[in-house]
């Protein structure tokens, strides 16, 4: 468990003085480290699929099918990998996740270079990537809490958050696209380097990291508590039991679910919006696009200074506005200039909401639990966004912006309804762990 915490001074307005801070440690800087290896490979892998893709065959319908086949193990393997996590050492976890993933990488250079791979046998690395990816996100997610205090994890996960957007955005887009040109085996073997890196580091993090301890210690306080090692069907329906009895994770649970599908909807055409209404060069797309993820790393580096200063509630239920609010005038008002400055504001938005909603979670969530609760949390959240894609793109049908502002509205629906229950919510440090449900 993290270590006991003095009083927090005053963190709201008219006390705009932050106490003094303390590094995050060394065991965060580990887990970080291995997190931007691991991002990076990942970052590599979602560029090369595609691009390998349209070598392998010319068929639009199966290169599409790259990105549903990534997703498609979220729906299945997000719970088993959380109950594997709340029963295994989560060190071992990431290092296995990303030993595997290393391991087909090599595999992959290997029938490329073969002149064996086929769409195919891409389909079979892509998904078995995917499901792996499911026990590591869980695993990075629940051992962050594990070794940094409560009052520290949004500036932890803010920085993770960061991490993730530049690798991915700023180092493997155009380190990939430029090295898939002069030879494909280059940048996929940068991929299987940075996974074992990333596996190694996690090996070395320090016992606090593997999570079965805090069974142990959740038993000490909690001794009412069923034992941990229930029937494996129980252990796949705690996750959802936990959230449904939790007053605070429930209606949470069931806003982001919301606005994921509504978000989902409004950028499911993004790219032909950009293109054919903004009329954007396709060769500046990518850049066009890092306006996003400009938007993104700024959110992530305000939000912690914004949760001291306002209380994340009050941050959140902004955040949760502003961001619909954004893509809304874009729609009405396509023009690159308004579209630049809306797609920075609306992902800057969602990285602060992302930000503080798993700080929510993982303050409220008993260690022995966390990986179950956020398997459960994603294999909804993430399984309506296939559906939002689809109505996106039914709307687009109309006009290119009626997603934005049909979608967008609909967001923004969601948001005022949902303000004042998330102006309410606490900060992280402040929310007490909620028991097991009884049996």
């Known amino acids: 468990m993290p270590p006991a915490e003095p009083p927090r001074p005053p963190a709201r307005p008219g006390h705009p003085e932050e106490p003094a801070r303390r590094g995050l ?46 997703m498609l193990p979220w729906l299945f393997f997000a719970i088993p990998s959380g109950v594997l996590l709340d029963r295994i050492d989560r060190r071992h976890a990431m290092t296995i996740a990303n030993g595997t993933r290393t391991l087909l990488a090599v595999a992959l250079i290997t029938l490329f270079a073969t002149g064996t791979l086929t769409i195919w046998w891409l389909y079979v690395v892509i998904f078995a990537y995917g499901a792996l990816e499911t026990l590591y996100d869980g695993a990075i997610r629940a051992v962050v809490p594990a070794i940094v205090r409560r009052a520290d994890l949004p500036r932890a996960n803010s920085r993770i958050e960061a ?136 959110g992530a580096a305000v939000v912690s200074p914004l949760k001291h200063r306002f209380g994340a509630g009050p941050v959140m239920a902004a955040a949760n506005f502003v961001g619909p609010v954004a893509l809304v005038v874009m729609g009405f008002f396509p023009t690159i200039p ?36 956020h398997g459960t949390w994603r294999t909804l959240l993430w399984g309506t966004m296939p559906l939002g894609s689809l109505l996106g793109g039914l709307l687009a049908r109309i006009d290119l912006t009626t997603p934005l502002i049909v979608a967008g509205g609909l967001t923004v629906v969601v948001s005022l309804v949902g303000y004042r229950f998330l102006h309410g919510l606490p900060d992280p440090e402040d929310v007490a762990e909620h028991a097991l449900p009884s049996p």
Not at 184 to 192: D, E, F, R, S, T
Not at 271 to 288: A, H, I, M, Q, S
Not at 342 to 358: E, Y
Request: charged share 10%; aromatic share 10%; proline share 6%.
């Open 338 to 373: 308004v579209a630049v400055v809306c797609f920075a504001v609306s992902f800057g938005s969602t990285s602060v909401w992302n930000v503080l909603v798993m700080s929510l979670r993982q303050a409220a969530i008993p260690g022995h639990l966390l990986g179950r609760v």
């Open 163 to 298: 991490g993730e957007l530049v690798v991915q955005n700023f180092l493997a887009v155009p380190l990939t696209s430029a090295l898939f040109a002069v030879a494909v085996v280059i940048p996929l073997g940068i991929g299987a380097l940075s996974y074992a890196v990333a596996g190694v580091l996690a090996f070395f993090l320090p016992a606090a990291a593997a999570g079965a301890h805090r069974a142990h210690q959740a038993h000490q306080a909690h001794p009412a508590l069923p034992p941990v090692r229930t029937t494996l069907r129980r252990q796949l329906t705690d996750g959802y039991r936990f959230i449904m009895s939790h007053p605070m994770l429930r209606p949470l649970w069931f806003l982001s679910i919301l606005i994921a599908l509504f978000f989902s909807a409004a950028i499911a055409t993004d790219v032909l919006f950009v293109l054919e209404r903004l009329e954007v060069p396709e060769k500046w797309f990518g850049v066009f696009m890092l306006s996003g993820a400009v938007g993104g790393i700024l």
């Open 25 to 70: 440690g060394r065991s965060f800087a580990n887990v970080f480290t291995a997190n931007i290896s691991s991002s990076l490979a990942d970052g590599i892998a979602r560029v090369a699929a595609p691009l390998l893709a349209a070598r392998l065959t010319d068929d639009p319908l199966l290169v599409a099918g790259i990105a549903a086949v990534a």
